[in-house]
């Protein structure tokens, strides 16, 4: 039995659904779940689907979802023939229930509309496929994720209730692996108690699919991606950047800490609790060897680079010129923990705090109003922020040329420059 996840890049249209198919039969009669990320760049477009209902702008939203309709219906037909009507009435379902949302006016918090919205594209994609591996000659079961993965209502960021979820997998999942081949399923959604869908944070599939290999005690977890594995840098930024054969879990937490894009930040807890090794692998070249994580040390590891986008400073500054103590700092974090905000670099002077965050204007808004009741507020937007692990002072000299740091955080292995 093992566990695959596949993400966007793997299913964004028919020819990677059609590739997704030849390597499922390099793995003859051995049970697969198979975790799925939505298709390409739909969750962008979801996402723009939920700002405008949000906003009031109703026709452009429902305009918004007939573009991801049409475009799921043009793949469907490339791909299937036999199997075209039994998903056109599934995928009916989903749109329905997306559309009876967009005709609403929005009562509720803009996160809890995302979650309703966004989760449906992860539902499209794995009903495609199934349906392609039937058509195919597979023996594959499509798997509603929201029946399993019991979570809080905390939308955009859910928690798991993993005793009910554990009891479901036993319940549910391990059967249809004992009876079907391949069973198909959606990652970073889950469901409450009151089936309110939920996701799980963004890139939050492999998460899932840590949960499951978690919960069904498998020997491996493997995530096919379309880079050759684990590498030192975004290859789309940096052209040199370097495959890293192996990692341990440290290592990979360090990474996706400081915002690398290779594993949601909660895929390694469950892994490392039972010690299952995860195996990133190319999705394009099952052949190359890909990337093994484990709990092993590993030395003489190449610089790692995270350079992340679109990142905004808050200048808090004490009303009073009183020292930055206990208690504002205290109050500080309640509010961020409240609004789901989690700091990308934070520094604390005598009577000011700088914290770097993510630009999410309406999380920004709600912080800086908040935090003005005790500092005086001030924000800087269009940033970046730099990250480098086994750093030299020449890389980091090459990489800054030409723009200046707002911020500087260093310790013996990584520095963190916030620049402009």
């Keep these: 039995m093992q566990v695959f996840k596949f993400g966007g890049a793997s299913v964004r249209n028919h020819e990677k659904i059609e590739n997704l198919g030849r390597l499922l039969q390099r793995y003859p009669g051995e049970p697969l779940l198979i975790v799925l990320s939505a298709m390409g760049k739909t969750t962008n477009a979801l996402e723009k689907v939920a700002e405008a209902f949000f906003a009031g702008k109703r026709q452009e939203a429902l305009d918004l979802f007939r573009a991801v309709k049409l475009q799921h219906l043009d793949e469907a037909k490339y791909l299937l023939v036999t199997h075209f009507n039994a998903l056109l009435e599934q995928f009916t379902d989903f749109f329905t229930e997306v559309e009876w949302l967009l005709h609403d006016e929005p009562v509720r ?88 869908s939920t996701t799980l944070g963004r890139e939050g599939s492999d998460y899932t699919a840590a949960l499951f290999a978690h919960m069904l005690n498998v020997q491996q977890l493997t995530i096919w991606k379309d880079v050759p594995g684990v590498m030192n840098a975004d290859p789309r930024l940096f052209p040199d950047a370097r495959l890293i054969p192996d990692l341990n879990y440290d290592e990979v937490i360090e990474m996706a800490y400081y915002g690398a894009q290779v594993l949601h930040p909660k895929t390694i807890k469950p892994l490392q609790n039972k010690n299952i090794p995860l195996l990133v692998k190319c999705f394009d070249d099952a052949d190359l060897p890909g990337t093994r994580i484990h709990n092993q040390p590993v030395k003489h590891l190449p610089p790692i680079i995270v350079w992340k986008q679109q990142q905004v400073l808050l200048d808090l500054h004490t009303r009073d010129f009183s020292f930055v103590g206990e208690q504002p700092i205290s109050d500080l974090y309640r509010i961020m923990a409240q609004l789901h905000v989690r700091p990308n670099l934070l520094q604390i002077h005598a009577v000011n705090l700088q914290i770097c965050l993510d630009e999410r204007n309406d999380k920004l808004e709600q912080l800086a109003h908040a935090a003005a009741g005790s500092f005086d507020v001030q924000i800087k937007r269009g940033l970046s922020l730099l990250s480098i692990r086994y750093y030299s002072d020449e890389l980091v000299q090459r990489l800054t040329e030409g723009k200046t740091a707002v911020l500087v955080q260093r310790s013996r292995d990584t520095i963190q420059l916030l620049l402009y």
């Design 109 to 196: 918090s803009y996160d809890y509309y995302y979650d309703q919205i966004v989760c449906v594209g992860e539902l499209l994609s794995t009903a495609l496929v199934c349906a392609y591996l039937n058509e195919s000659g597979m023996n594959a079961t499509w798997l509603d994720v929201r029946d399993i993965i019991r979570t809080n209502n905390n939308f955009r960021d859910a928690g798991i209730d993993w005793p009910l979820t554990q009891e479901q997998v036993i319940k549910t999942v391990h059967p249809l692996l004992t009876d079907n081949r391949v069973v198909i399923t959606q990652g970073f959604i889950g469901c409450t108690d009151e089936n309110e």
